[in-house]
């Protein structure tokens, strides 16, 4: 492995080059890099600390805001703007109007009806990224 740091004026960047995206170091230089970013939500009614790797996607729906994990949704306080300025400099993007979805957590993307992709998740839910936002889906996924 080769490491190579650099002084540069601008703003910090961590940029990591591997045969394998899903390598469990690729992950902790992840969460170093972003400083393992948590969020609160609550679960009948007891607030967990969640880290921002954990969360699948974010969606409001009817004023109400949700994480949802591998195998549960938690409610939150926080609105989709908040969560978005909080995940910006990590693989969460905005993905519709209503949600921000994990770019870490798909599987695969196919094409939709009317210039839209689904999204298959590693849990096997699909998510349906708007037209609007199909090029932050391809600059998330390096397309």
Sequence with gaps: ???????????????????????????????????QITVCGYKDNVLYRLRLS??????????????????DVFTSKEKLYEFESMSARSALFRCSKSMILNADKIDYVRPSVSGRFEAVLSNGEIVIVSRKYVTELKKSLGI
């Design 1 to 35: 492995m080769k490491l190579t740091v650099e002084r540069i004026e601008k703003e910090e960047a961590v940029t990591v080059c591997c045969h394998d995206t899903e390598a469990a170091w690729v992950q902790n230089v992840r969460e170093a890099a972003l400083g």
């Design 54 to 71: 954990d969360i699948y996607y974010f969606e409001v729906v009817d004023g109400v805001s949700f994480f949802y994990t591998q195998k």
